[in-house]
């Protein structure tokens, strides 16, 4: 079911805010995908359509897959499911390293996930302009 990113409706956005694990595909150089289980934070007032983000180790395979996709983005989704309810976010993703992108993505985990992730300096974050959304929350 598609989802309107201009207005994602309360029980969509509420379900990306609840505590799930969630999945990110990326592509490998040679066009397969990459589905990693990852922690996703969705702010829908992140830009006209939205953003999702993702914190990693700067030397992670979804970051090589990410950056060998070139300045314009990579092509990704993110996916959370919960019984019956899923969810799917998809955009054009890009790495960004600049501390207080970082310090803002951490603390955005922290409060979805309900933990703060123990220091890192080789994290970063893979900043997801949203294209599409799907689901059924």
Same mark, same amino acid.
């Given at each position: 079911? !598609?989802?309107? #990113?201009?207005? @994602?409706?309360?029980?969509?956005?509420?379900?990306? *805010?609840? *505590?799930?694990?969630?999945?990110? =595909?990326?592509? *490998?150089?040679?066009?397969?995908?990459?589905?990693?289980?990852?922690?996703? +934070?969705?702010?829908?007032?992140?830009?006209? *359509?939205?953003? !999702?983000?993702?914190? +990693?180790?700067?030397?992670?395979?979804?970051? !090589?897959?990410?950056? %060998? !996709? &070139?300045?314009?983005?990579? $092509?990704?989704?993110?996916?959370?499911?919960? %019984?019956?309810?899923?969810?799917? #976010?998809? &955009? #054009?993703?890009?790495?960004?390293?600049?501390?207080?992108?970082?310090?803002?993505?951490?603390?955005?985990?922290?409060? $979805?996930? &309900?933990? =703060?992730? =123990? @220091?890192?300096?080789? $994290?970063?974050?893979?900043?997801? +302009?949203? =294209?599409?959304?799907?689901?059924?929350?």
């Amino acid at each position: 079911m !598609a989802i309107d #990113l201009r207005d @994602p409706g309360a029980s969509y956005v509420s379900f990306w *805010r609840e *505590r799930h694990m969630c999945t990110l =595909t990326t592509h *490998r150089p040679d066009g397969s995908p990459h589905v990693v289980p990852v922690g996703v +934070t969705y702010d829908p007032d992140g830009g006209a *359509r939205g953003v !999702a983000r993702v914190i +990693t180790n700067k030397h992670s395979r979804k970051v !090589a897959n990410v950056l %060998a !996709a &070139g300045s314009d983005g990579a $092509r990704v989704a993110v996916c959370q499911v919960a %019984a019956g309810r899923w969810a799917t #976010l998809e &955009g #054009l993703a890009v790495v960004r390293t600049e501390p207080d992108v970082v310090a803002d993505a951490v603390a955005r985990y922290a409060e $979805r996930y &309900g933990r =703060t992730p =123990t @220091p890192n300096p080789d $994290r970063v974050v893979i900043e997801i +302009t949203l =294209t599409r959304a799907m689901g059924r929350a």
